[in-house]
């Protein structure tokens, strides 16, 4: 199985015929650095080889690849994070020919996609086709994850607030229709007229006989005074929050309600902005029910939508490394094109051995087989490329 972070190399050298092939992979299999950790790359070649053009045509794709080959990389992680984001333990299968299977079984047995990348057209337009179809999988994953972290919002807006204290909590799911009424009728509880309402006050632990003795008095609020209904402040019953506070209840004329809860904060009591409603709540309610099973409807449609999407552009990339194995050999090799190409999953704690191994077959000498162009890159005696199919670390 492939581990988060392993490299592979994909690796090419001239061959005369399918013997040579077949030769250079029972050498590679052989190698101890190698411990059998190689696989064939079928890239087709010869007569079955893909269709470039011209050799100036060959050039131009050497850059055109390397671009698509450093963003298909980019997409392809982005969507492996997103995708664990959204499922710690998401499975990554990749779905080819009808069939559905892991990354070292998709490479053990990977063949050039005839039905999606037909040979007969140019490699240019073969490019073309895939990343254009790698940028729509990747927008509509963009798009979908946008419906749903809107969905989630809107869904965390109404959500029960199971806070700590009474403070926190949202008060619509504690002064709920069936607590009200186990005190008597609601209509008796929250008194809303034309020119009366009701403040819910949160009373802190102890205090609650200072505020009984005070809230209607003129030092309490001078503006509210004979305006606050003698005797409506009442307790409800049982809801007291582990910290000892205690929900009350206050009648007030309209016109003082915001003196009155201003009055309240200086005097460290907590009055909150709450209407009770019996219909509200039940459209709260409803409200919910109807935004988690949407929640939950995409969260399993973008589940699906990030495998399907990872899968397919997993894929492209792999016939991306093939189309550059094709150019690089063809321009290092000539024509017509004859190659032997592998992928070589590396172990991570000797990559020098690792590459004295393949330089020890495919460069013809028992040595690195590496060298360093001009602007310092690497380059070797053989045809090579490396990727790294995971990097997101699994809970």
Avoid at 152 to 167: Q, V, Y
Wanted: hydrophobic share 40%; glycine share 6%; charged share 30%.
């Amino acid at each position: 199985m492939t581990a988060v972070g392993q490299e592979f190399w994909v690796v090419a050298a001239k061959a005369s015929s399918d013997s040579d092939k077949t030769n250079y992979f029972s050498k590679l299999q052989a190698q101890p650095a190698l411990k059998e950790r190689c696989t064939r790359f079928n890239v087709p070649d010869g007569e079955n080889g893909l269709a470039f053009g011209s050799f100036d045509g060959l050039i131009r794709l050497t850059d055109d690849l390397q671009k698509c080959d450093a963003q298909l990389d980019s997409v392809v992680h982005r969507l492996e994070r997103q995708y664990i984001e959204l499922e710690p333990k998401a499975e990554f299968k990749i779905k080819s020919q009808r069939q559905e299977m892991t990354f070292d079984a998709y490479m053990k047995s990977w063949q050039w996609d005839e039905a999606r990348y037909p040979k007969s057209r140019p490699i240019a337009d073969n490019l073309l086709f895939l990343f254009q179809n790698v940028t729509k999988f990747d927008e509509e994953c963009r798009n979908k994850t946008g419906q749903l972290n809107e969905t989630k919002t809107a869904r965390a807006a109404i959500c029960k607030k199971d806070g700590a204290t009474l403070i926190s909590r949202d008060l619509v799911d504690v002064l709920t229709p069936q607590v009200v009424k186990q005190s008597g009728k609601a209509s008796d509880k929250f008194i809303m007229t034309e020119h009366l309402t009701t403040v819910v006050v949160i009373i802190p632990r102890g205090v609650d006989k200072e505020f009984l003795k005070t809230y209607e008095q003129k030092a309490f609020c001078e503006v509210c005074f004979g305006k606050v209904v003698p005797a409506s402040a009442e307790k409800f019953v049982g809801l007291d929050d582990k910290d000892g506070n205690s929900l009350w209840r206050v009648v007030v004329f309209r016109s003082v309600v915001d003196a009155f809860k201003k009055a309240c904060r200086l005097n460290k009591f907590f009055a909150r902005d709450f209407e009770y409603s019996e219909d509200a709540y039940t459209k709260l309610l409803e409200t919910r029910e109807n935004l988690e099973k949407s929640m939950k409807l995409q969260l399993d449609r973008v589940r699906g939508l990030y495998q399907s999407a990872w899968s397919d552009t997993m894929i492209a990339w792999i016939h991306v490394k093939a189309m550059r194995v094709f150019v690089e050999s063809v321009l290092r090799f000539g024509m017509p094109p004859s190659f032997g190409a592998f992928v070589i999953g590396t172990k991570g704690s000797s990559p020098m051995g690792e590459r004295k191994a393949i330089a020890g077959v495919l460069g013809g000498k028992d040595e690195q087989g590496v060298g360093h162009s001009e602007d310092g890159e690497e380059f070797f005696s053989y045809v090579s490329f490396g990727f790294t199919p995971f990097t997101v670390p699994r809970s």
